[in-house]
């Protein structure tokens, strides 16, 4: 049974840092596609970094130059590297897997499998 696990969450103050981290296990052949996914209060779900096995990445535009996405196949684990943290930041992280061979879309129904997410809240 596919599992990803977060971690890494918490409270900052603006312009801090966080890095949040997912293992996957469970699983024969990897996934093709992993990415973040937030939702901010009252808000729909966002695809905020995706990774593609070939290390192709994508941002949504109002992270870009502050996060960074990583992937180690090899340890199937995934970061998010969160720099110069906003307000607006505050949301439910989630580590999610497409296991379907798709490219990363930052679309989040793309995603099948979700970890159980992890709170970051900046103030």
């Known amino acids: 049974q596919v599992q990803l696990v977060e971690s890494g969450g918490g409270s900052v103050q603006a312009g801090g840092s966080l890095t949040l981290s997912c293992v996957a296990s469970?699983?024969?052949?990897?996934?093709?596609?992993m990415g973040w996914v937030r939702q901010r209060p009252g808000k729909e779900r966002e695809g905020v970094a995706g990774?593609?096995?070939?290390?192709?990445?994508s941002y949504v535009d109002s992270v870009k130059g502050r996060f960074t996405i990583s992937r180690y196949g090899y340890r199937n684990t995934m970061h998010l590297q969160m720099n110069s943290l906003k307000p607006e930041d505050t949301a439910m992280y989630y580590c999610?897997?497409?296991?379907?061979?798709?490219?990363?879309?930052?679309?989040?129904?793309?995603?099948?499998?979700w970890g159980q997410g992890t709170q970051v809240t900046v103030s």
């Open positions: 999610a897997a497409d296991f379907s061979g798709a490219r990363c879309s930052l679309q989040e129904r793309q995603y099948g499998r």
């Open positions: 469970g699983y024969t052949h990897g996934p093709y596609c």
């Open positions: 990774i593609d096995t070939d290390g192709s990445i």
